[in-house]
């Protein structure tokens, strides 16, 4: 076959390269075009340089190649108003994308995790339950459900928008496994136009986000919504127990369950574990996780133990160096300000006598709004450093009418090093931007992976 790989990515394991890699080790001609190419794709690029039938097309638009292939495969980052995807349908050449093209391959069960918050916290949760022994039954849980036989302990697989493309690991699933992925609105548009979804879904909760990409919160909800819109009757789709999801619940074509309802067994098993990760969003995140687990029969004992024994992931409220008395936590991946609000929430209960949170906040604009944040740092004992950022004008805006006293750093360390002067034991730094990271960094990874090198030097 003749493959356009339209999107390269940057991340080794991302969706980009390992579509292309997927196709190029099968023997497939592979044209790699990326109209928006950066020097962080070169290590991808050397990788499929191995292969004799891979050629690139970087920097610039490949729409005259369109009419050639077989199949235009899209990364989730590249939106449908670009020239290669209008040709491709006025010619109705094949669109997919690394979710659609897995999914309709894939022999096992898999469940999807999506939601504006919380997403990867709750897809590594279930995760870790399912490792504990899965049974292959699945049904919604309910009061005084019996497990059925022994576990099968089939093999747990975890990837999707957490950095690893399921096509790394498609080859290598049995029918009795079960695939674990975080799926972001962005993946989810491929698999609506594919008009498939997984057998599990999950959907945590719906924030205001992307809306520098979609007109208004209804697109980027129905873009959430294929999640569960494509289920068959005996599928499962999991929503949280808040009013905005009654619609969906009701639209649903598949079985619908409410997770996070006073006394329901979740919730109980829940408040019941001596949590290790913080903050009010992450209960919600260990409800939805112990709904799923117990859908597939796990053992409640066992699902207690993961709940105990999970720290959280990295880059979100990571406790990255204690140094002096002072805790510096690395939230890089809180790219909206609600974001920000659940870390400040979380570790504002953590502060003892005159202590401080020393709060990093700012980046790039995603059209968000920073009334409510400000409000709440105004509230709080918070000390608030900016970094630049094209929504730097919108937040000294709100900080502005909130009341809140700034103080400007022109880059990470800088802004180290201001809040250096004034810090005490007991005191949390804490970097939870509350917006995108383009333009001082390559990514919000980049700027966590940059925030833990300097605290080396402090």
Request: proline share 4%; net charge positive.
């Amino acid at each position: 076959m003749r493959i356009l790989i339209l999107g390269l990515g940057q991340y080794p394991k991302g969706s980009g390269v390992s579509s292309a890699l997927y196709f190029a080790r099968r023997g497939d001609e592979v044209i790699v075009a990326d109209p928006y190419y950066t020097k962080a794709m070169d290590k991808n690029i050397a990788r499929l340089k191995k292969f004799k039938l891979a050629r690139f097309i970087l920097g610039k638009h490949a729409t005259k190649e369109v009419k050639k292939m077989d199949l235009i495969l899209r990364h989730q980052r590249i939106r449908d108003n670009e020239p290669e995807l209008r040709e491709a349908r006025r010619l109705r050449i094949p669109i997919e994308t690394e979710l659609s093209l897995f999914l309709r391959q894939c022999p096992a069960r898999v469940v999807g995790v999506t939601g504006t918050r919380g997403k990867s916290t709750t897809t590594a949760l279930i995760a870790e339950m399912l490792r504990v022994g899965a049974n292959p039954r699945v049904r919604p849980p309910t009061e005084g459900q019996t497990h059925g036989s022994a576990p099968t302990h089939p093999r747990i697989w975890l990837g999707g928008n957490i950095l690893v493309s399921p096509l790394t690991f498609l080859s290598k699933i049995k029918p009795t496994d079960i695939v674990v992925l975080e799926i972001s609105s962005f993946q989810l548009e491929g698999l609506g136009e594919a008009r498939i979804s997984p057998h599990v879904a999950v959907w945590t909760n719906l924030m205001r986000d992307h809306l520098n990409t979609y007109p208004s919160m209804k697109e980027y909800a129905e873009a959430k919504a294929q999640i569960f819109r494509h289920q068959k009757s005996q599928d499962v789709v999991f929503f949280p127990n808040d009013h905005h999801f009654d619609q969906y619940a009701k639209q649903a074509p598949s079985q619908a369950y409410r997770f996070g309802k006073k006394g329901s067994l979740e919730t109980r098993l829940v408040k019941s574990a001596k949590l290790k990760l913080l903050g009010e969003h992450n209960i919600k995140n260990a409800e939805a996780a112990v709904a799923v687990a117990l859908s597939f029969g796990i053992d409640r004992k066992a699902i207690k133990r993961a709940l105990e024994s999970f720290s959280g992931l990295p880059d979100r409220l990571e406790i990255v160096a204690v140094k002096k008395g002072v805790r510096y936590v690395n939230d890089t991946t809180a790219t909206t300000p609600d974001a920000t609000i659940a870390a400040i929430t979380a570790y504002r209960l953590q502060l003892t006598g005159h202590s401080l949170i020393y709060l990093i906040f700012g980046g790039a604009d995603k059209e968000l709004k920073f009334d409510e944040v400000a409000w709440i740092i105004k509230h709080g004992k918070i000390s608030v450093t900016l970094l630049p950022g094209t929504a730097r004008a919108k937040i000294i805006k709100a900080f502005r009418s909130a009341g809140v006293i700034y103080q400007d750093a022109k880059d990470l360390k800088s802004a180290l090093l201001l809040i250096r002067q004034n810090l005490t034991s007991g005191d949390i730094v804490l970097l939870s931007p509350g917006c995108a990271s383009f333009g001082l960094f390559k990514n919000e990874y980049d700027r966590g992976e940059k925030f833990k090198k300097l605290l080396t030097h402090f």
